[in-house]
């Protein structure tokens, strides 16, 4: 195993996997890895986006996943990740990160430092 190893350079613990799986289950092709990627964004929750992102401009993405997941009941819920790609996807907006800044961020003195 260890020439077939460094002949295809590759890890002999990987020979040995795929000898074993071979031996084992007589198999081999790999298996499907991953799960199903299918989009759980449908066009009536894109609507509702669109129509509370008008109403609620400057809303963050997380207050728009959470809102989608009660009015809808989504369970499990949409990810707040999943909500944000199907925005700046299917839609013709696009969101910025919004965070807060303490006080002391514009300062004059720290203004200054960062020049």
Known sequence: MALVA???NILASTVRSIV???IETSRIDKLPRGRNCSNRVEQVHLD???ENMDEFAGRPVQWLTT???????????LAQRTVDKAINKLTAYTLKLMR???????DPERIEGRR
């Open 6 to 8: 460094r002949n295809f």
């Open 20 to 22: 074993n799986t071979f």
């Open 48 to 50: 509702w986006l669109t």
């Open 67 to 77: 809102k989608l997941n009660e009015h809808f009941q989504i369970q499990p819920h």
């Open 100 to 106: 807060v800044e303490p006080e002391i961020f514009n």
